[in-house]
């Protein structure tokens, strides 16, 4: 009989929970042994999330440092920066896996954290509380670093922008046709990137009808994309990126400029695409003059690349879209998961998108 993983989720009522529970509910191989939470406690999880009723309807518990790692093979943390740093050593120290959303694990290089740090505004460039654990974490893009987390006992999940602009950009700067400096993405993101938490910003009159830059050129996964490409390429990548909130619930769209070293058709970066993405089992090649944005991949673990060369400027333009929560999130640490624990690497991923 196949051996059965458990899985406590930390974070459980965000959105980032939610989606790791909807996955888990139905994978054949991990059993989710409890879900902890810091609020909406004491009740099913289908009372906080009605469509799980009758799928799951676990009682969601007080996380208590206590509680955390009890009865679990892995640890997910669904949670905000510098929770899982506080808890990692002990789990670690008792032979448990550890996963994190959040940028406590992305990078080796306490240098490299601190950048981080003081880009991300929940964070306000406080120090690591663990940095003797970032030689060893691994940073959770399969399709960049999958022989490193195969097995790895300590992952920390990409953020959702970076992993967009990772995949569009990777094959490019790794071929050599790309300029590694004066790269500049525009990214769009829906409204549940910024989590389940009410606020005057998020409010719905703010919302529709809107479009609204932040964090211009300074928003932390900048930094966290430019430090893994230059890791995946071996050379340092300058890349400007600006972040836009559209009026959408979920979904990612990276539109990456960057200028070409050599004239470069349009088939030519398809077939360069194509044989870097043909055997991955969540990355779409679109066919040429494709582009059909995040609704195309709304609610799966895909990533969608469209190519298209500005010939009379020498510029490529990447166009990523991704579901924010699924390979921006929970999918992709799904993803992660099954390679740690040595299962296969889609097993319970494989969803078509939801449409319309």
Known sequence: ????????????????????????IRHPRIEITSLLASSDVGKPISDFFPHLRGFCDRVVEDAEEARIGENADIVIFSTPDRIAMQNAPALLDRGIKVIDYSGDFRFRDPVVYARYAERQPSVAGKPH????????????????????????????????????????????LKAGIAESRGIVVDGKTGISGAGKKPSATFHFPERVENITPYRIAAHQHGTEAAEHLGRYTGQPIGLTFVPHLVPISRGI?????????????VQEARDLYLATYTREPFVRVLPSGSAPGPKAVHGSNLCDISLFVDAANEMLVIVSSIDNLMKGQAGNALQNINLMLGLPETLALDRVPLYP
């Open 1 to 24: 009989m196949a051996e059965t993983f458990r899985a406590q989720i930390v974070g459980a009522t965000g959105y980032g929970g939610l989606g790791m529970t909807e996955q888990l």
């Open 129 to 172: 509380l663990c940095p003797h654990l970032l030689a060893e974490t691994v940073y959770g893009v399969p399709e960049l670093f999958r022989a490193d987390i195969a097995g790895a006992r300590l992952v920390g999940n990409p953020g959702c922008f970076s992993i967009a602009m990772e995949l569009a950009l990777a094959p490019a």
């Open 253 to 265: 769209e990276c539109t990456c400029y960057v200028r070409l070293t050599r004239s470069v058709t």
